[in-house]
């Protein structure tokens, strides 16, 4: 009999959320899903996108490629990070149109919002004031990504059957994570700094800023059951619950903990008995970025893996390798 399901292409596939969603599609008996590496296929070359499209004709798209990086690499590389983000979003969602794909999802990041957003932070909150300075080229390069594909679906929904829709994501960690020491996310950073600090025994632990700022955590393998869930709801149940110009789903834990918290977890989880101190001359960022998910609760999705159990994992994904790149 010859295979009906459907061609899923995932964009990123090597990244954290991308691998997460490969995973997830395979454990539901996906069979027929596509991946290039960075190698094999440059996102930001159109030419190279277009003739990948017109050759591999997917039916459904997930956008989980892109340039990321915590405060400092959004700090250093401002221009890669708005200028590669726009490139891959604009020619995935452009050339996937032009090849006929009508389901397509795009994974942003709850940066769109403004800096003082009231919290939790709701879909509509969205360009209703200034964003946080530190990563704005990247926050702006989201908001595109949002408006790319609800302009597609309103010029190109009724005439071709378009249906591009987008997830926003809380930050998040686990399985796959960059632990670069400068140019990766707090609980990575985290992570590779109190499992230093044990192995040295050093005596403390110092962190970035005054430790007050509330964030939200969401597992990658949570993001990618929500997105799932997200891409394969009736067209009529995502309509819903959105508007044209107002699409995206917040995806998010549904909690948040300040960063002296979440610190204190991470040592405990790795076992690191010193102090931990705070350097309040570096920046905070953002004061709270808490998502409301209420949207996303009313159709049928909820995250399930708890902090203390998603951090054992993230430091067991870190160990592995560690000692798989402390062996090369």
């Not at 590389?77 to 708005?82: D, H, Q, R, S, T």
């Not at 059957?161 to 990575?188: A, C, E, F, Q, W």
Request: hydrophobic share 40%; with cysteine; charged share 20%.
């Amino acid at each position: 009999m010859a295979d009906i399901s459907p061609r899923i292409y995932v964009a990123g596939h090597r990244g954290m959320v991308g691998s997460a969603i490969v995973r997830q599609l395979i454990a539901a008996g996906q069979t027929n899903i596509i991946t290039r590496t960075h190698a094999e296929l440059d996102l930001c070359d159109q030419a190279a996108v277009r003739s990948f499209f017109q050759t591999e004709k997917p039916n459904q798209v997930y956008l989980a490629a892109a340039k990321v990086g915590g405060i400092h690499a959004n700090h250093t590389y401002p221009a890669e990070f708005i200028y590669q983000n726009l490139m891959m979003e604009a020619n995935i969602v452009h050339e996937a149109w032009r090849a006929g794909v009508q389901k397509l999802l795009f994974l942003g990041s709850s940066c769109i919002y403004p800096k003082l957003a009231p919290q939790p932070m709701r879909e509509d909150a969205l360009l209703t004031g200034q964003l946080e300075s530190t990563n704005e080229p990247y926050a702006i390069a989201k908001i595109a990504g949002i408006k790319l594909c609800e302009s597609y679906n309103r010029q190109y929904g009724a005439s071709h059957g378009v249906d591009y829709r987008s997830v926003m994501p809380t930050n998040l960690y686990g399985v796959g994570d960059n632990y670069h020491p400068k140019n990766s996310h707090v609980i990575p950073a985290l992570i590779r700094r109190f499992h230093e600090a044990k192995i040295t025994q050093a005596p403390s632990v110092t962190i970035w800023g005054t430790g007050t700022p509330r964030r939200e955590f969401l597992y990658v393998d949570d993001m990618a059951s929500a997105s799932i869930h997200v891409m394969n709801l009736p067209k009529a149940t995502y309509d819903e619950h959105t508007s044209s110009m107002q699409s995206h789903i917040n995806v998010g834990f549904g909690d948040d903990v300040t960063i002296a918290e979440l610190a204190a977890t991470v040592g405990k989880t790795i076992g690191y008995q010193g102090a931990i101190d705070f350097d309040v001359s570096k920046p905070d960022g953002t004061p709270r970025k808490w998502m409301d998910s209420s949207r996303l609760n009313h159709l049928g999705w909820k995250a399930n893996t708890q902090l203390e159990e998603g951090l054992a994992l993230a430091y067991a994904d870190f160990l592995k390798s560690h000692s798989s790149a402390s062996k090369n």
